[in-house]
């Protein structure tokens, strides 16, 4: 079996100041991103009209869910996090699905990412605390209930940041693991597949007649599942007498489709998830050290 490499973001180049700026595919994704981010937020901001048309109606539409969601979580006293939140949201959401062109890194694929997101929030909480106790009553928080508790108060503060950057970059970082492991699994099945198909010429001829008469008899039938594995197994067949005949080998034919399929989890379903659940702890979070008027004592 193939060795499963995982490396990190590629460098470009370093910038020779403050002891070396490294622009890694990280960075350049972040741009795109960003840039993406401002270029859509601009032209659907614009050109508002009394009678929308369709993209100004699901641009109000996606904006109201958002606002509902950040005053239904946050308390409508702080809908004004709304479009902090809707950042972090699209900011994960797109840093994941730029992964999937193939041609970027994913920046939630990076630690150092969702850990600065991670800070920001803290850090609007530990502002919040100080601007509505103080400096002196923040820092007497830590001595509650009782004094010797201060310890495990300050790691609490420290570790939240830490956890959230961890369960976000865990997920996602682990989806790839996945499917690096799937496809050498797939590429070492496929190898073996067509290697036993091809061990003599009768079982190509087999399974490519199968495959057509297989084929020809779900025709008038809708069962996609027999069209797709009549498809399968012609296409074994043939690359079995392909290699054979030692015209191509190691064809990973496995490799084809099934990793797509579950793509839509680990890529599609798995970001969506994990940019959800990051804006509702941030939301909750910030909501904790926010509290309505009539709430903070």
Avoid at 38 to 66: A, C, D, H
Avoid at 162 to 181: D, E, Y
């Amino acid at each position: 079996m193939e060795n499963i490499q995982v490396t990190g973001a590629y460098i470009y180049y370093e910038i020779p100041i403050l002891g070396g700026i490294k622009i890694t595919s990280t960075t350049v994704s972040l741009l795109i991103v960003t840039a993406f981010l401002m270029i859509v937020g601009v032209m659907l901001g614009r050109n508002l009209s009394k009678k929308p048309g369709t993209l100004q109606v699901l641009t109000e539409k996606g904006v109201m869910m958002l606002h509902n969601l950040v005053s239904e979580t946050m308390g409508s006293h702080n809908a004004h996090w709304m479009p902090y939140i809707g950042t972090i949201f699209l900011s994960s959401l797109f840093g994941s699905f730029v992964g999937l062109t193939g041609f970027f890194r994913s920046t939630t694929a990076d630690l150092s990412v969702p850990l600065v997101w991670a800070l920001m929030t803290t850090a609007i909480i530990w502002y919040q605390s100080i601007k509505r106790s103080g400096l002196l009553g923040w820092l007497k928080g830590f001595t509650e209930p009782i004094v010797v508790m201060t310890p495990m108060n300050i790691i609490s503060e420290i570790a939240q940041p830490v956890s959230m950057a961890f369960r976000h970059f865990g997920n996602v970082a682990g989806g790839g693991v996945i499917t690096s492991i799937l496809y050498t699994a797939l590429s070492l099945a496929s190898t073996v597949l067509i290697g036993a198909v091809s061990a003599t010429i009768v079982t190509p001829i087999i399974f490519a007649v199968a495959g057509v008469l297989l084929f020809i008899n779900t025709l008038k039938k809708k069962k996609l599942f027999r069209k797709i594995l009549s498809v399968i197994v012609f296409l074994i067949g043939v690359l079995g007498a392909l290699q054979y005949f030692d015209i191509c080998k190691d064809i990973p034919l496995l490799q084809f489709g099934i990793p797509a399929v579950l793509s839509v989890y680990f890529d599609i379903f798995s970001g969506f998830i994990q940019a959800f659940v990051f804006s509702l702890l941030s939301m909750v979070y910030i909501s904790n050290a926010c509290p309505a008027p009539d709430e903070q004592s």
